[in-house]
């Protein structure tokens, strides 16, 4: 009963303590599962994403799969490809990122996030590559795009399950790289490994026109977005197959 009197709906009161709770910031994260608020979800049934309520939601990532990890400037996509590595040392396999930033700052993002890496990359289970300062005039100047990954093919060995790249801007972004873009998710799908790209975008309601072939050439394009009140959502684009009955929204803490 509520102060007058009047029934409370208990959906209404638990959505209200939802978000009265506070995002918890890197120094309190202890655990680099994130936390389902309402809903039933699958049993997992392939790769994990390292992200505990959209596996719940989706039963994981299809293996071998590339998937888009796309929204506004924000940790969170950088913390999702970092959590999808995490996940796989479950798996007993090698992982590579490839990344825009150093050894050591990859290092202190995710013990700040929970998901430590560097024991992994001691342990030589994680390969961390670094795109070169040049690397976008060396891409625009190459007359043949696949150029450009014929070093990557090198570098990362068929035994590789997991790869995740950080920023994808490097490849996918802008309507001059878009050949590029479509040769390294050639490369991307022939790999054996499972993929996941960052890229950030104006807005996470939706992908901008120029970037929606990626829909219809990745396995599942996910749009990270960061509430009023803190808490963050990812949106699964519908054109993108997914499980029956499913909502479009998946909203994490």
């Not at 093919?153 to 068929?158: D, H, R």
């Amino acid at each position: 009963m509520g102060e007058n009197g009047t029934h409370e709906d208990p959906t209404e009161e638990a959505m209200e303590q939802a978000t009265k709770s506070r995002f918890p910031s890197p120094e309190d994260s202890a655990s680099p599962a994130l936390q389902v608020l309402g809903g039933d979800g699958h049993r997992l049934s392939g790769v994990s994403s390292g992200i505990e309520p959209l596996d719940q939601r989706m039963g994981g990532l299809e293996p071998g799969g590339v998937y888009l990890f796309a929204g506004t400037p924000s940790p969170a996509k950088l913390v999702a490809a970092i959590q999808f590595l995490r996940a796989g040392e479950s798996d007993g396999g090698r992982s590579v990122l490839l990344t825009s930033s150093d050894a050591d700052g990859i290092q202190q993002v995710s013990r700040a996030w929970g998901s430590d890496l560097g024991p992994a990359w001691r342990e030589g289970r994680l390969e961390l590559l670094a795109f070169r300062e040049d690397f976008e005039m060396r891409a625009l100047r190459s007359a043949d795009p696949k150029d450009v990954l014929e070093e990557l093919e090198l570098l990362v060995p068929q035994d590789v399950t997991r790869i995740a790249v950080d920023p994808g801007a490097m490849f996918l972004q802008g309507g001059v790289r878009t050949l590029l873009g479509r040769s390294f998710l050639d490369w991307a799908r022939q790999h054996p490994a499972t993929a996941c790209i960052t890229m950030s975008v104006d807005s996470a309601e939706s992908l901008p026109s120029s970037a929606e072939w990626l829909v219809h050439s990745t396995t599942g394009v996910f749009l990270i977005d960061r509430r009023p009140d803190g808490l963050y959502q990812v949106r699964i684009d519908r054109a993108v197959p997914g499980h029956p009955g499913d909502e479009d929204t998946i909203t994490l803490q």
